[in-house]
């Protein structure tokens, strides 16, 4: 069998992505169809040098962390290794929010930092040319089944529908919201006080993003078992464009409606809905939040 090679390089990154992929539970297996011409942390034929300096034949480049015109990698500029890259591999994909959007490194004065395709500057224009060939999974880290799943539709060419930001339908064309265990307590207005309890909903006072916030996190769990939401954590909507937002623990609100209304929920209906919801005790839902 001819493994798929891929290329997995970083730009200004924290390391998230790298650590995430290592905790893929079908690691051996999925070592029998891939291999790493380089990775950071794995062992592998080519050292981080020797992929800077030349061109080695690529399937794939992965792509961690944000991209920076300032920044170097092996020395050479990362944006010159990147384009040695792109217009020879079959595919691009954009690892992490840093690497789709720029991330955290992008609020940071002094870097220069943004997205492959989606900057927050003026684009260069450089990798447009190579828009067909990207597929961007965006997270804040992204989970392993996303990646693993990505690899294995391009190694055997299925189709991929793709957002408005190129990331698969298939993983980002629901929000976390959707799926969450926490959803009755939001459909009743009943938030929860203490960060970690197992009830409640974090919408309406702790700063809850998965409203307005596309991702499979509460559909493919962490380790199988858990999410953010589910462990009484508010999501802080690290699969979009606008993270890190500030004052991820607190809810802006104009006259005690949240500033940011869930996707596709006109203002009337949702003012009309929480009029009617609001008027319900539903005890069975309060009991154990404020009985204690």
């Known amino acids: ?43 592998t034929p080519y050292t981080l040098e020797e992929v800077c300096a030349r061109y080695i034949e690529t399937d794939i480049l992965i792509i961690e962390g944000a991209i920076s015109e300032h920044f170097s990698r092996g020395g ?11 217009p020879r591999v079959k595919k691009i994909v954009t690892l992490g929010t840093c690497a789709t959007f720029g991330g955290i490194f992008r609020e940071s004065p002094g870097y220069g930092a943004g997205g492959l395709l989606f900057r927050q500057e003026e684009r260069s224009g450089r990798f447009e040319a190579y828009a067909d060939k990207v597929v961007s999974l965006s997270g804040c880290p992204v989970h392993p089944d996303l990646l693993a799943d990505t690899l294995y539709m391009i190694k055997e060419k299925l189709k991929i529908p793709l957002d408005t930001f190129h990331r698969p339908s298939s993983f980002f064309a629901w929000t976390v919201h959707n799926g969450c265990t926490r959803n009755e307590y939001f459909e009743y207005k009943v938030d929860n006080h203490r960060f970690g309890e197992k009830e409640g909903c974090m919408f309406y006072d702790h700063g809850c993003q998965a409203p307005y916030t596309r991702g499979s996190c509460n559909k ?32 802006k609100k104009n006259m005690g409606i949240p500033q940011y209304l869930p996707l596709d929920v006109p203002k009337r209906a949702y003012l009309t809905l929480s009029g009617v919801t609001k008027a319900f005790k539903i005890r069975r839902l309060e009991k154990r939040l404020f009985d204690e």
């Open 1 to 43: 069998m001819t493994k798929c090679k891929l290329l997995w390089i970083q730009g200004l990154t924290c390391n998230g992505n790298t650590h995430s992929f290592l905790n893929y539970a079908s690691m051996e297996r999925f070592l029998e169809e891939f291999c790493f011409v380089h990775h950071p942390a794995i062992e």
């Open 76 to 86: 050479y500029p990362f944006v010159e290794i990147l384009m040695r890259y792109a």
């Open 220 to 251: 493919i769990l962490w380790n199988g078992v858990n999410s953010k939401t589910r462990s009484g954590e508010p999501c802080h909507g690290c699969t979009e464009p606008t993270f890190p937002r500030r004052n991820f623990y607190t809810t």
